[in-house]
């Protein structure tokens, strides 16, 4: 749910709090505070905003497979 200190520390590139705060809120990231004053980031916003997400494939609404995806657009017989 929540990026680890260790994670944190990895995307920002310093352990130091106050760093991290400037590295966050410099690019834009969405983050809270915990009770310590460290920032709470949550994973999903991290994996949006590096191009990540499900790998999971978008089902189709009627349950058949996406012809159009195959290129030309023509159903094979």
Do not use: C, I
Not at 49 to 60: D, I, Q, T, V
């Amino acid at each position: 749910m929540f990026l680890t200190r260790q994670q944190l520390r990895e995307l920002t590139g310093t352990s130091h709090k106050s760093k991290q705060l400037e590295w966050l809120a410099d690019r834009q990231y969405a983050f809270e505070l915990d009770r310590h004053g460290h920032p709470v980031v949550l994973r999903s916003h991290v994996e949006q905003r590096l191009g990540g997400g499900s790998a999971a494939p978008a089902s189709s609404t009627n349950g058949e497979p996406d012809w159009e995806a195959l290129g030309d657009g023509t159903q094979a017989a």
